[in-house]
């Protein structure tokens, strides 16, 4: 049995998620079908992380058990050929040790999120950005956001259905940039609460149009109470960027 990790590039716009659900086509679902019509075995896919739907990947980490011997490059090209037309691609293949594991070996996960702000509305971006027509003040959202840097409780930040044991989750970075008309937030931490991401963006926009205080950001923060939001983002703005590991240190 050999344990082989994926990086794995997806458009979410047509996928419940990356998780298996019972209720609609999943990413998950997509690459467990596609490798075990390469193998003909019965395959579970292990990932870094959840998406909901609607949310993309740029670099997504996963992780599946063969017992057919493969070259990591054949893998790849199968399992893409497998995956056609789905908007998902394997983008690398490589061995790993079986003690690797795509989620539990992880020590860090990043997040990107696209605001474009223009008047005029989106149509090749369309489903892959937040559109916010209002004028946004990236340096008043990126100042307010550093409250959010740190250990805290995120209970404001949680969605309701949550399933982790403790809100407590230290968060590394949250920078505010803009490109063009394009503003960018960047969110890393060990881990994240279902919806941090895109409730700390959702805030973060209120600040940016000039309807929160930037010290109300912290004020929320502070409340440990989900009624405190200001509001959460949509999905299609939302990338998993990058997972790390200890073994893939990069110099």
């Not at 061995?95 to 594991?101: L, M, T, V």
């Not at 490109?179 to 890393?188: F, P």
Request: proline content about 6%.
């Amino acid at each position: 049995m050999t344990r082989f990790a994926l990086t794995i590039e997806f458009d979410g716009t047509p996928f419940f998620g990356l998780q298996r659900q019972p209720h609609g086509p999943t990413v998950q679902q997509s690459i467990e079908e596609a490798a075990e019509g390469v193998t003909g075995e019965n395959i579970t896919l292990f990932s870094a992380g959840r998406t909901d739907s609607g949310v993309h990947a740029l670099a997504m980490r996963s992780h599946l058990d063969i017992a057919k011997p493969f070259e990591p490059f054949r893998l790849m090209e199968a399992l893409n050929a497998h995956l056609r037309p789905c908007p998902i691609a394997i983008t690398a293949v490589e061995e790993k040790p079986e003690d690797w594991h795509a989620r539990f070996s992880c020590t860090g996960r990043e997040y990107e999120y696209r605001i474009a702000n223009r008047r005029a509305p989106l149509t090749l971006e369309r489903g892959r950005a937040w559109h916010i027509a209002r004028p946004l003040d990236a340096q008043a959202m990126h100042e307010a956001a550093q409250a959010l840097v740190g250990r805290h409780d995120f209970t404001t930040f949680r969605s309701a259905h949550c399933q982790a044991r403790d809100p407590v989750k230290t968060l590394d970075t949250l920078n505010v940039r803009r490109e063009g008309e394009y503003v960018i937030i960047e969110a890393a931490a060990r881990s994240f609460l279902h919806h941090q991401v895109r409730s700390m963006v959702g805030t973060l926009s209120l600040v940016g149009i000039g309807q929160w205080r930037a010290e109300q950001v912290g004020e929320a923060l502070a409340e440990k109470n989900r009624a405190a939001l200001g509001l959460n983002a949509p999905p299609v703005g939302l990338y998993f960027v990058k997972a790390n590991y200890p073994d893939e240190e990069q110099d």
